[in-house]
């Protein structure tokens, strides 16, 4: 089992950057794929990013492509979602979710994923 806690949301302009951060508790971080989701106010949650348990593959929306980036540290049990040009319409709350699926790439699809944080809020203003 894992725990997730979230960091790095805020308040920033459009064009901006934040990095996102989600620390994972447990000795087997390394074994879990590892995927960024977000919920705007009023919709659901969709899938923003995701990497591979080996680390060797990430995959994104279409909407972040080129923009933001997934990266993982193992020492450290954290996996960091990278925003960069940040628009409006990327406001939301921003979770990380955790798996240990091994069939089927990419994954995400957030029935995919077991193990979820409490999510941190991002703003961009225009």
């Known amino acids: 089992q894992v725990q997730l806690v979230e960091s790095g949301g805020g308040l920033v302009q459009a064009g901006g950057s934040l990095r996102l951060s989600c620390a994972a508790s447990?000795?087997?971080?390394?074994?879990?794929?590892m995927g960024w989701f977000r919920q705007a106010p009023g919709k659901g949650r969709e899938f923003v990013a995701a990497?591979?348990?080996?680390?060797?593959?990430?995959y994104y929306a279409d909407s972040v492509k080129g923009r933001f980036t997934i990266s993982r540290d193992n020492a450290k049990n954290t996996v960091y979602l990278q925003m960069n040009s940040l628009k409006p319409e990327d406001t939301a709350d921003y979770y990380c979710?955790?798996?240990?699926?091994?069939?089927?790439?990419?994954?995400?699809?957030?029935?995919?994923?077991?193990?979820w944080g409490q999510g941190t809020q991002v703003t961009v203003s225009s």
């Open positions: 979710g955790a798996t240990n699926r091994r069939a089927g790439w990419p994954i995400n699809r957030e029935y995919e994923y077991g193990y």
């Open positions: 447990g000795r087997t971080f390394s074994t879990y794929t």
């Open positions: 990497m591979h348990w080996s680390g060797g593959m990430t």
